[in-house]
């Protein structure tokens, strides 16, 4: 069983800069692709960008390609997500979530653990 914590949220103006941290748990770390998504109020939860378990490939929406930057650090047991040149429309609940293969997935149900989420609030 995989505990994976979010922290780093927050609020922000638009244009600043924030990083996520995901912190696992209870698992092999290095073992898991990770991924991080996202939820706005009334819409379905997407993907943002993922990671393969060794780091060689990721992922990244069209949305938030080139400001956003996922990083993971094996020995650490922790996957970064770092926002810059945040926009409103930025604004949701972010989770960050594992599965157990090498390479990443986008879709939502390849992912065996989620964790509790994290707010980013971006303000125009």
């Known amino acids: 069983q995989v505990q994976l914590v979010e922290s780093g949220g927050g609020l922000v103006q638009a244009g600043g800069s924030l990083r996520l941290s995901c912190a696992a748990s209870?698992?092999?770390?290095?073992?898991?692709?990770m991924g991080w998504f996202r939820q706005a109020p009334g819409k379905e939860r997407e993907l943002v960008t993922a990671?393969?378990?060794?780091?060689?490939?990721?992922y990244y929406a069209e949305s938030v390609q080139g400001r956003f930057t996922i990083l993971r650090d094996n020995a650490q047991n922790t996957v970064y997500l770092r926002m810059n040149s945040l926009k409103p429309e930025d604004t949701a609940v972010y989770y960050c979530?594992?599965?157990?293969?090498?390479?990443?997935?986008?879709?939502?149900?390849?992912?065996?653990?989620w964790g509790q989420g994290t707010q980013v609030t971006v303000s125009s």
């Open positions: 990671v393969s378990r060794r780091g060689d490939s990721t």
């Open positions: 979530a594992a599965a157990n293969r090498l390479g990443y997935t986008t879709r939502v149900h390849g992912y065996d653990y």
């Open positions: 209870g698992g092999t770390f290095s073992s898991y692709a």
